[in-house]
Each structure stands twice: as structure tokens, then as C-alpha cells.
């Protein structure tokens, strides 16, 4: 069975600084799906930032990206520029693109981001 | 509707009483998921409709929970006999199922159950 990890369960930035947020996971499979969600205290999860297995390149959204590296079966996500909207709880998940399996996300424990103005 | 509603936004009970969740996906949406976020947890999975295929109920703790989905749209889990365990947020996402598996989810607000 997938699991994902995260290992910090609390982090914190300063505004305007940068901050990466670790996730680890374990698959046999070699073809599958990563994300990173935010949820705020509204409790919505919100999409982040996706990626898959398939592409070496590691996926960009603005001031997010990540470093994706599959040997090592690790995931980051880097915060650029931080900015006070951006504390949250992040969640790291996987998803199987096997044919067949539900498509059902699995998720880590969440580390909760703290920027300090 | 614009995004995923889910009603109640909160709801304490008492122990032993039953209680329903429900949900109410994106039209259009045919796939609709049920997750569990325990105080201090990740997000649990619970349930899985697709359309009109048999929903993966493989995530269910026990079985004092079942869901249904009527229509293709609306769900509601049902919680009988609630325990104190089951204190949670209840989160429910939909999305389009498009052949590929990294479509985007879209998740409602979620229903804060309290047992007392």
C-alpha cells in the first residue's frame, strides 16, 4: 500500500522569504500522480500545485514549485516571496494512474505554515 | 451550484445517536468522494462514486457508516450509533472524471461533527 509522509508538523517564514515544505513517499508503482492542497482555516482544500510521475520536469505555479525526485521517492514544495494568505495547512498526496484502481487520494499528516509579518 | 456544498457546516450530537452528512458535488461532476480529518490526522478516505458503477466502500471504518449517492448527485453518510471516535471533520470533493487519474478535486467546506 501507498503511504505519504510528512515530517514536520509545523513550520514557520517570514514574509517575503522562501520556505520548503518536505513530503516522502513510498509506491511500488512507477506511474502515478502528486499534489500538494492548501487548506486554510476555512477548512476548503485547495489545489496547489500537481505533478506527474511520468515528467522529469518539476511543476511551477507562480511563486510555487517543486522538487520532485522520483528515485528518492521525495516531493518538496518551495514557497517563494511568502505572503500572509499563504498560512495554512499544506497537504502532500499521491494518486495511482493505474487503470483500475480508485482514484482515491492519499494523504500525509499536513505540516501547518505559520509567516511571521 | 458554484463549488461543492456541504450541510451541516457543524453538528454536535450525543453519543449513540445517528447522524447524516450530506453533500452536494458540482453538476456534472460524476466522481464524488468522501474523506475523514481527524483533530492532528491527514485527510482518511472513506467512500468512492463513480457514476453509475459500485462505490468503493473499502475506506469505511465500520459499518455503522454508509453512504449513498442519489441521482448521480447529492450524497449523504450516515453515521448510526455515533461513538466519540467519530468526532471529525467530514470532507466531501467531487471532480470530472476525464480518462486520466491527476484531474483536479474540488472539495466543499466540510461538516465538523462533535460527539458529546
Known amino acids: 500500500a501507498q503511504t505519504v509522509t510528512q515530517s514536520q508538523p509545523e513550520m514557520s517564514v517570514q514574509e517575503a522569504e522562501t520556505v520548503t515544505l518536505s513530503c516522502t513517499y513510498d509506491?511500488?508503482?512507477?506511474?502515478?500522480?502528486l499534489f500538494w492542497y492548501k487548506q486554510p482555516p476555512s477548512r476548503q482544500m485547495i489545489l496547489v500545485i500537481r505533478q506527474e510521475a511520468y515528467k522529469q520536469q518539476n511543476a511551477t505555479e507562480n511563486r510555487f514549485s517543486v522538487n520532485f525526485q522520483k528515485a528518492a521517492k521525495s516531493f518538496s514544495l518551495k514557497i517563494s516571496d511568502s505572503q500572509l494568505g499563504d498560512a495554512a495547512m499544506y497537504f502532500c498526496?499521491?494518486?495511482?494512474?493505474?487503470?483500475?484502481?480508485?482514484?482515491?487520494?492519499?494523504f500525509g499528516t499536513g505540516t501547518l505554515l505559520a509567516v511571521q509579518p | 451550484g458554484a463549488g461543492v456544498s456541504q450541510s451541516p457546516s457543524n453538528k454536535v450530537t450525543e453519543k449513540g445517536k445517528d447522524v447524516e452528512l450530506r453533500c452536494d458535488p458540482i453538476s456534472g461532476h460524476t466522481a464524488l468522494y468522501w474523506y475523514r480529518q481527524s483533530l492532528g490526522q491527514g485527510l482518511e478516505f472513506l467512500i468512492y462514486?463513480?457514476?453509475?458503477?459500485?462505490?468503493?466502500k473499502s475506506g469505511l471504518p465500520s459499518d455503522r457508516f454508509s453512504a449513498e449517492r442519489t441521482g448521480g448527485s447529492v450524497s449523504t453518510l450516515t453515521i448510526q450509533r455515533t461513538q466519540q471516535e467519530d468526532s471529525a471533520v467530514y470532507l466531501c470533493?467531487?471532480?470530472?472524471?476525464?480518462?486520466?487519474?491527476?484531474?483536479?478535486?474540488?472539495f466543499g467546506s466540510g461538516t465538523q461533527l462533535s460527539v458529546l
Open positions: 462514486f463513480q457514476g453509475n458503477s459500485a462505490p468503493d
Open positions: 470533493a467531487s471532480s470530472i472524471i476525464t480518462g486520466g487519474r491527476g484531474e483536479k478535486l474540488f
Open positions: 498526496a499521491y494518486r495511482s494512474a493505474w487503470g483500475g484502481a480508485t482514484n482515491k487520494l492519499i
Open positions: 509506491t511500488s508503482e512507477s506511474d502515478y500522480y
